[in-house]
């Protein structure tokens, strides 16, 4: 609750200042601080990583078989984006691009909005949002339900930090290492798909 409460909150900060202060930040500004920021997010990721070198020793020793979650978890994210293109008014490749956010709701905004537009950034923004958001309620009822290794993949890039804590409750050790992996690797995915994936030509 308190991660929602602070993504609503700089949303509503957003809006405001930009209502109040158009001639402030205007998009010199906006790309300037979204530069910074970027690039902070980015050194927090690597100093994330090497924080966990313990975790990453442990996994391993389970060998290649573990890279198959987050390779699903990637493919299904994918196809279920490309299946919303029969149902919104966007081209294959903006919703295979929103897709490949995998949960990761500030880089893959602040990408999409340079690399492309500021409307899909928008929209990836919001996407991903919802994304962690369902997770949350999602990852519970699938580790009941249905099976542990199941319980990670609506997480997405999210199951290396947000969803992580969840995971293991409703889990176990060895799942919760999975989506420590399987998270990792979809975040070190999102910031090299997101541009491939705006470069390919869909015909």
């Known amino acids: 609750m308190k991660m929602i409460g602070c993504i609503v909150a700089a949303v509503l900060a957003g809006i405001s200042l930009g209502w109040l202060m158009p001639s402030v930040m205007n998009s010199q500004v906006l790309d300037n601080v979204i530069t910074y920021v970027l690039a902070a997010m980015l050194f927090g990721v690597g100093i994330s990583i090497g924080h966990n070198r313990r975790e990453l020793v442990k996994i391993k020793a389970v060998g290649w078989r573990i890279l198959l979650v987050p390779l699903a978890i990637a493919a299904g994210s994918l196809l279920g984006a490309s299946i919303a293109s029969l149902f919104f008014n966007m081209s294959l490749k903006e919703v295979l691009v929103v897709g490949a956010g995998f949960g ?53 890039a999210t199951t290396m930090d947000s969803t992580l804590p969840l995971i293991a409750k409703m889990t176990d050790t060895p799942t919760a290492m999975i989506a420590f992996v399987s998270g990792l690797i979809l975040t070190t995915l999102v910031p090299f798909l997101i541009p491939l994936l705006l470069t390919i030509h869909y015909g």
């Open 104 to 156: 990761w709701y500030s880089l893959s905004s602040v990408l999409i909005t340079q690399l492309y537009n500021a409307e899909l950034g928008a929209i990836a923004f919001l996407a991903n949002v919802f994304r962690e958001l369902m997770a949350f309620v999602l990852i519970p009822f699938l580790a009941i339900q249905i099976d542990k290794i199941v319980a990670i993949a609506p997480g997405g």
